[in-house]
């Protein structure tokens, strides 16, 4: 059964700053691996998709690694912003089913 | 493309009342997931339909819930007999590429959020 967990639950960084939320997950016979941003109330906005063969993905200020053999992604964010503070989710979907399996997620906040 | 539709946005049952949510997945889009995401917690899977079938329902609750997605017009997801434990936001999802791709984005509507009186 695959399980995914995202540490730290919560982060709180000065402006400015670069950092790196982990996610694992128990299976690695994944289809793919998304990573995706809610704010309190909202729906979940995609941010990046790693497929099983790519090794990271870079969108902006965003990069996501992923390493299927240990179980593990990165979420790299660099320069941070007040507007970055949100919940930042990560997903793993499993070859052979259809569920997307989501972590807790890490709530950031970015100082000012 | 007006993305994934989720109404209403925001429903008000008591205890024992029905509550029905609907999704309209993105234009071209033929799969639909259903998530619930409780207070302070991440989104649990519910249940996978394609046109007129469901695929996965394990994260139903086997009773009072029940989910559709018929050959014309939105997924429907069906809460009988609410109690105030069914309160949380519920996200549908759909996605258009053939399962087994590992391309496969899921893109997320804004959410209904059920509050059970």
């Known amino acids: 059964k695959q399980e995914v967990t995202q540490i730290p639950a919560a982060l709180s960084v000065p402006e400015g700053e670069n950092l790196v939320l982990n996610c694992s997950f128990t299976?690695?016979?994944?289809?793919?691996l998304q990573w995706f941003r809610q704010d309190p109330g909202k729906g979940l906005t995609s941010l990046l998709l790693?497929?099983?063969?790519?090794r990271e993905q870079t969108s902006g200020r965003l990069n996501a690694s992923l390493d299927k053999s240990s179980g593990r992604s990165t979420l790299y964010i660099a320069a941070s912003q007040p507007g970055d503070s949100a919940t930042y989710l990560c997903?793993?979907?499993?070859?052979?089913?259809?569920?997307?399996?989501f972590g807790a997620g890490t709530r950031l906040f970015v100082k000012a | 493309n007006a993305g994934v539709m989720q109404n209403p946005r925001h429903l008000v049952r008591r205890r024992g009342q029905e509550a029905r949510l609907r999704c309209s997945p993105m234009?071209?889009?033929?799969?639909v997931y259903w998530y619930r995401q409780l207070p302070e917690e991440g989104l649990k899977f519910m249940v996978y339909?394609?046109?007129?079938?469901?695929?996965?329902e394990s994260g139903m609750p086997k009773e009072r819930f029940s989910a559709e997605f018929p050959k014309e017009g939105p997924s429907i997801l069906r809460i009988q007999q609410v109690v105030r434990g069914d309160s949380a936001a519920y996200f549908c999802?759909?996605?258009?590429?053939?399962?087994?791709?590992?391309?496969?984005?899921?893109?997320f509507g804004a959410g209904s959020r059920l509050t059970v009186l």
């Open positions: 999802a759909s996605s258009h590429l053939q399962e087994g791709s590992g391309a496969n984005v899921l893109t």
């Open positions: 299976d690695s016979a994944i289809y793919n």
């Open positions: 790693i497929q099983s063969s790519q």
């Open positions: 997903a793993v979907r499993n070859t052979g089913g259809f569920k997307t399996i």
């Open positions: 234009k071209g889009h033929s799969h």
């Open positions: 339909l394609q046109k007129e079938n469901i695929i996965d």
